[in-house]
């Protein structure tokens, strides 16, 4: 698989590209997939739906790998928060972890719960081509803590954040929960076929340095450890976005390093590529207009070269009003520009 040997540094024909929410709205095909549904987590709880939403970009964006179309929510979920999905505010968790007691409610093993996400993997992987990779992924133990203890978005992280400087050791308690239920469901993830993972820490921008290490980055680490350990053939891609400052102490066992769209790339091929593929990282937006897109694309493929060492992907994920004809212009042209 292209995308695997390329996670490993391997020479591969050309530098392969996915993209982040490949899946989503701006697909005439998903919406339709998506209204048959009805609502957003019945689509994820229902395995030929999500599998099919899943394989689509592949099969019409030529991408060369799919990512398994799922929430990074269902873990908080099927720990026993109750989530509802507000159109215009996102997801809402009604009653927020605040207090030991609400700590100790939460159950424990949510990767047996979550059987319709394997059950989609093995559809996928079933149907998927097999020169193309699958991904599974999590959400980064910080980001998964902040929905639960904000409940919900947030701009000022205000409730956990106080949390981390209050109490710490309730903060690192519920960090070692998710951190250990993350492990489990990406293990399963493994198990039932996909051939790579991603953990996304949305908001790891939110943490000044020392804390971001301390509550955030240190359980990513031990993730990807726990899971090298166990299948050093399984490439683990970590995302932490918006920490271009912290780049000089990243550290740990893990294969790709996901660059977001903040962080210029030239400072990320300087701190970090002796030591990890990096995965990135061009600005979504510019998929508005194709003159944007093959600027933004050109520029990468210099910086990186067109050899090993380099993932093509955008810097955070697709918009929903995206225009189909340029997200296939993009795979295209990053095919093209990169071909050995």
Known sequence: ?????????????????????????????????????????????????????????????????????????????????????????????????????????????????????????????????????????????????????????????????????????????????????VKAYLIKQIESGVNAVQIFDSWASALEKEKFFEFSWDYMVDIAEFLKERYPHIPVILFPKGIGGYLDSIYGRFDVFGVDWGTPIELAKKHLSDRYVLQGNMEPTRLYSKEATREGVEKIVQTMGAKPGHIFNLGHGMLPDLPVENAKYLVELVHDLTKR
């Open 1 to 181: 698989m292209i995308f695997v040997d390329a996670c490993f540094k391997k020479e591969t024909p050309y530098t392969p590209i996915w993209m982040m929410r490949q899946a989503g709205r701006y697909l005439p095909e998903y919406m339709e997939v998506r209204n048959k549904a009805g609502d957003f987590l019945t689509l994820c709880k229902n395995p030929e739906m999500a599998a099919e939403v899943t394989l689509q970009p592949v099969e019409i964006l030529n991408v060369d790998a799919a990512i398994l179309f799922s929430d990074i929510l269902v873990i908080p979920l099927e720990m026993g928060m109750e989530l509802r999905f507000e159109k215009g505010e996102g997801p809402v968790f009604d009653k927020p972890i605040r207090t030991k007691e609400d700590l100790n409610a939460l159950y424990e093993y949510p990767e047996e719960r979550l059987g319709y996400v394997y059950e989609t993997i093995k559809l996928v992987r079933d149907k998927l081509p097999k020169e193309k990779a699958l991904i599974g992924f999590s959400g980064a133990p910080w980001t998964l803590a902040t929905y639960m203890v904000e409940g919900g978005g947030s701009k000022t992280y205000a409730n956990i954040k106080k949390l981390i400087y209050t109490d710490p050791e309730f903060m690192h308690d519920l960090m070692r929960k998710i951190t250990e239920a």
